[in-house]
């Protein structure tokens, strides 16, 4: 059964940096992209960022372009997002994300709140 466990998340303060990871297990990790997503109270959820299979491309949305840095490895199956420069605008529950077919495979997510 495929596993994502996100975990890294906190409280932190405006201007602080986090970094969430990721274990995937139970499928062939090194073949998929990997996405981080996220979902603050009362917004859709929302793609963070993007690591495509292994010396592939990066991308991220434009909030977080020059603060947040995705990355993977292949050897640990797991994934990770630096956060850093953190605002309250980023609290959320992030989620991990990868799409086989036409299926979707969700974490359970991690809160990340940013304040003072």
């Known amino acids: 059964q495929v596993q994502l466990v996100e975990s890294g998340g906190g409280l932190v303060q405006p201007g602080g940096s986090l970094r969430l990871s990721c274990a995937a297990s139970?499928?062939?990790?090194?073949?998929?992209?990997m996405s981080w997503y996220r979902q603050a109270p009362g917004k859709e959820r929302e793609l963070v960022a993007v690591?495509?299979?292994?010396?592939?491309?990066?991308n991220y949305a434009d909030s977080v372009k020059g603060r947040f840095t995705i990355s993977r490895d292949d050897v640990k199956n797991t994934v990770y997002l630096q956060m850093n420069k953190l605002k309250p605008e980023d609290t959320a529950v992030y989620y991990c994300?990868?799409?086989?077919?036409?299926?979707?495979?969700w974490g359970q997510g991690t809160q990340v709140t940013v304040s003072s």
């Open positions: 994300n990868f799409k086989s077919g036409w299926s979707d495979y």
């Open positions: 139970e499928f062939t990790f090194s073949s998929y992209a």
């Open positions: 690591v495509t299979r292994p010396g592939g491309s990066l």
